[in-house]
């Protein structure tokens, strides 16, 4: 039965995790193209507008998959860790 807070507590971290990402998704997909015209001045002899839609965009994204995939990492890695010890307390 110590099993379950381990699990939802897991689960609420994971779940805020998505949905911080998911909102940094949303806000770089749909907030770029929404307002593209205000974003219009030159960064290095490109639109920086042009820029987000070809480059940036997806360098974000990546970002996203690389934080989701560490983060994970360590979340599980300290649940494995509390319960090698409470199987050793038990």
Do not use: N
Not at 54 to 66: H, N, T
């Amino acid at each position: 039965m110590s099993e379950r807070p381990t699990t939802d507590e897991h689960d609420r971290r994971a779940l805020a995790l998505k949905a911080v990402l998911l909102s940094v998704m949303v806000m770089v997909s749909f907030g770029v193209c929404f307002f593209a015209r205000e974003l219009s001045f030159v960064v290095m002899g490109w639109p920086v507008h042009f820029w987000m839609a070809a480059q940036g965009a997806v360098l974000v994204f990546i970002v996203i998959v690389v934080v989701y995939a560490t983060v994970m990492s360590r979340l599980e890695a300290e649940d494995a860790a509390e319960q090698e010890l409470e199987a050793g307390d038990g």
